[in-house]
């Protein structure tokens, strides 16, 4: 049985597959770029939890990452349109299906990156923040 942690980014990442956009989990950047951009979820990092000690529960603040990357002539149009079916895709259920207590990302911070003898691409790390709580931190 995948503990809560699993659960929650498999809900994450299924929410992002449904987007035009290719959605991978934890892969390397492939050759090529599909037209409608690419996103890859990385699990990120957990943090430190707060704890409470009656009934015992750890409240993580877990901060994953999705690597949104685009390529070609209109980038910034594509760019702009990838992140905000992101958006929507967060908004549209917050909780994802109350696995989490909340979800939210953080405005990305575009970059444009050359590539050789290609159009180069227009990528960005968005850091979503999932809320949850466990009975155990390893489960």
């Known amino acids: 049985m ?10 994450l990442h299924a929410r992002l597959s ?4 290719i959605a991978l989990r934890g892969d390397v950047l492939p050759e090529r770029i599909p037209a ?5 979820l990385r ?5 430190d939890p ?19 990357v685009v390529q ?12 905000a079916s992101i958006g929507a895709a967060i908004a549209a259920d917050r909780t994802l299906g109350g696995l989490c207590d909340w979800v939210q990302a953080e405005a990305p ?14 990528a960005a790390v968005i850091a979503v923040i999932l809320h949850y709580s466990t ?5």
């Open 2 to 11: 995948p503990s809560p942690r699993e659960t929650i980014i498999a809900a």
């Open 18 to 21: 449904a987007l035009p956009a």
């Open 36 to 40: 409608a951009g690419l996103l890859i």
């Open 43 to 47: 699990d990120g990092e957990p943090g």
């Open 50 to 68: 707060a704890v409470t000690l009656s009934p015992l529960r750890y409240h993580y603040q877990h901060r994953a990452e999705i690597e949104a």
């Open 72 to 83: 070609g002539t209109a980038r910034d149009t594509a760019f702009d349109a990838l992140c």
């Open 109 to 122: 911070r575009p970059v444009d990156l050359p590539v050789e003898g290609a159009a180069s691409l227009k």
């Open 135 to 139: 009975a155990d931190p390893l489960a």
